[in-house]
């Protein structure tokens, strides 16, 4: 195996803060789009009539919230929700005591569902939506299942997705959570996106360590910020450089 893998292998064992910014391609290594579906950009213009970017805007939502929740369904929620090795390889750092924080963009819960705690949603999840009239919240199931528009079983109004629409500002809150943890963060561990994305670009400013570490499946412009990279499919990298963290756990437990 590469010996910088080697390298981001022993610097994660000794590490005990450790930041995790998980990004898009994340997302489409496990089947699914995302919520702008960059990738199928023509696609969706030609079956919708309109771009990906119109469609998921807050303006759209309010004038056609039928042609909105066809894309949610067929696009967004394009298949079910199945964490790979990276959420699984994640989560062991945590089983091991030495994550902190896990910052996202995307709006699938995968983390969580690989067992994983302490995950920034920092544009909120397809797990949030919401009646505007009473609260109540209903999950990505329930709008995949719904015949036409998604309506709360109470009030009988269209729900308010989960997740930050083009228009809408981005929770400052949650931002200043994710730069803070950055901020204390040992090591500040970057999966799946470029280090000139904006989310990294934005997060990158507050680390002040010598171990940014970077996987994604290919190189970006801006890259060499990071102390360490490697490029390829990430769910083996990330197998590969967790792989022995659970052994040095148990034998921590035995001293």
């Known amino acids: 195996m590469d010996p910088i893998l080697n390298k981001m292998k022993s610097i994660i064992s000794e590490s005990e803060h450790v930041v995790?910014?998980?990004?898009?391609?994340?997302?489409?290594?496990?089947?699914l789009n995302g919520v702008r579906a960059e990738q199928i950009a023509y696609d969706i213009e030609q079956q919708f009539g309109y771009s990906n970017d119109e469609i998921i805007s807050s303006a759209f939502f309010s004038r056609r919230v039928d042609l909105f929740y066809r894309y949610y369904k067929e696009v967004i929620l394009n298949k079910e929700l199945e964490p790979t090795p990276v959420h699984k390889g994640i989560a062991k750092i945590q089983d091991a005591g030495k994550l902190d924080v896990i910052v996202t963009r995307t709006v699938y819960p995968l983390h969580q569902l690989a067992g994983c705690e302490n995950v920034i949603e920092l544009h909120?999840?397809?797990?949030?939506?919401?009646?505007t009239n009473c609260n109540k919240v209903f999950g990505s199931k329930y709008i995949r299942n719904a015949k036409g528009i998604p309506c709360c079983d109470e009030c009988g109004i269209?729900?308010?997705?989960?997740?930050?629409?083009?228009?809408?500002?981005?929770d400052?809150?949650?931002?200043?959570?994710?730069?803070?943890?950055?901020e204390d963060a040992d090591v500040l561990l970057i999966v799946g996106?470029?280090?000139?994305?904006?989310?990294?670009?934005?997060?990158?400013?507050?680390y002040t360590g010598k171990k940014m570490i970077l996987l994604n499946t290919k190189k970006t412009m801006g890259d060499e910020k990071a102390d360490y990279r490697a490029y390829g499919n990430l769910s083996e990298?990330?197998?590969?450089?967790?792989?022995?963290?659970e052994e040095a756990e148990e034998e921590d437990e035995q001293d």
């Open 158 to 170: 269209p729900l308010r997705p989960g997740f930050t629409l083009f228009g809408e500002m981005v």
């Open 124 to 131: 909120g999840s397809v797990e949030d939506n919401h009646c």
């Open 193 to 206: 996106a470029g280090l000139n994305s904006a989310l990294c670009r934005h997060l990158i400013k507050y």
């Open 237 to 245: 990298m990330l197998t590969y450089i967790t792989a022995d963290l």
């Open 172 to 182: 400052n809150g949650k931002m200043t959570q994710a730069s803070n943890a950055v």
């Open 20 to 31: 995790v910014v998980s990004g898009l391609e994340v997302v489409l290594e496990a089947g």
